[in-house]
């Protein structure tokens, strides 16, 4: 079955620590996303890849970090820089050109 | 600043009736907008959309208006069943947004509850 997979489903961060959420996609899409959410709020865009080893900036990019390395593949970094990080992060995918996007289950990072 | 506003955080409504969701934006450059269903710790599913050119979209139970003066569109399920409680997500985009990658603007959401 194709779709997108995120891991962990779960994660706990520690002060001053890095931590990476996977997301890698089967559609075969170009463009990737990343998302967070807090609660009562919208889904807000934190960086977005087009195609390999290209990507920018969304509206709240200001403590993470992305790379795109492969197309399956789009990981972001939860930078120590970023100071309010518990939220619920969401990878989606779409074809370059199309507005619909695919999502994933999303991953809940907490702050110990 | 909100360019796009869902300002029903929450609906209830028995099961078998109408439930209709409503959106509001404010950018004039929005010219494409769908709708997303999103369970509780899943991530959102595409449920229905709506070009500028048109007023009306459906699809089976779901039906989306859009009243482009207003700036003001709606979704309606027609009977709302309880598998329909989950929370609903206007989402809108403009081809202004750049070449090849359309960034959808979200709103905050409205959390429907049908009651059996």
């Known amino acids: 079955d194709g779709g997108i997979t995120q891991s962990p489903k779960y994660l706990f961060r520690k002060e001053g620590q890095n931590v990476t959420l996977s997301c890698e996609q089967n559609l075969n899409h170009d463009a990737m996303y990343w998302y967070r959410q807090d609660p009562g709020q919208g889904l807000r865009l934190i960086y977005y890849s087009q195609i390999v080893n290209d990507f920018q900036k969304g509206d709240i990019a200001e403590g993470y970090s992305v790379s795109r390395e492969k197309k399956e593949s789009f990981p972001l970094t939860v930078t120590s820089a970023q100071k309010n990080p518990t939220a619920f992060y969401l990878c989606?995918?779409?074809?370059?050109?199309?507005?619909?996007?695919?999502f994933g289950s999303g991953t809940q990072l907490s702050v110990l | 600043d909100q360019q796009v506003k869902q300002n029903s955080p929450s609906l209830s409504v028995q099961e078998g009736r109408i439930s209709i969701l409503n959106c509001d934006y404010t950018n004039s450059m929005f010219d494409y907008f769908l709708w997303y269903k999103k369970y509780p710790a899943e991530g959102p599913t595409f449920l229905i959309s709506?070009?500028?050119?048109?007023d009306k979209n459906e699809d089976g139970r779901f039906t989306v208006f859009l009243n482009k003066s207003a700036k003001h569109l709606s979704l309606h399920i027609v009977p709302s069943q309880p598998g329909d409680s989950a929370v609903y997500f206007c989402?809108?985009?403009?081809?202004?947004?750049?070449?090849?990658?359309?960034?959808?603007?979200f709103g905050k959401g409205t959390k429907l509850s049908v009651i059996p």
């Open positions: 989402a809108a985009t403009g081809t202004y947004s750049g070449a090849g990658s359309y960034q959808l603007t």
């Open positions: 709506i070009s500028s050119i048109k």
């Open positions: 989606a995918s779409s074809i370059v050109g199309a507005e619909k996007l695919f």
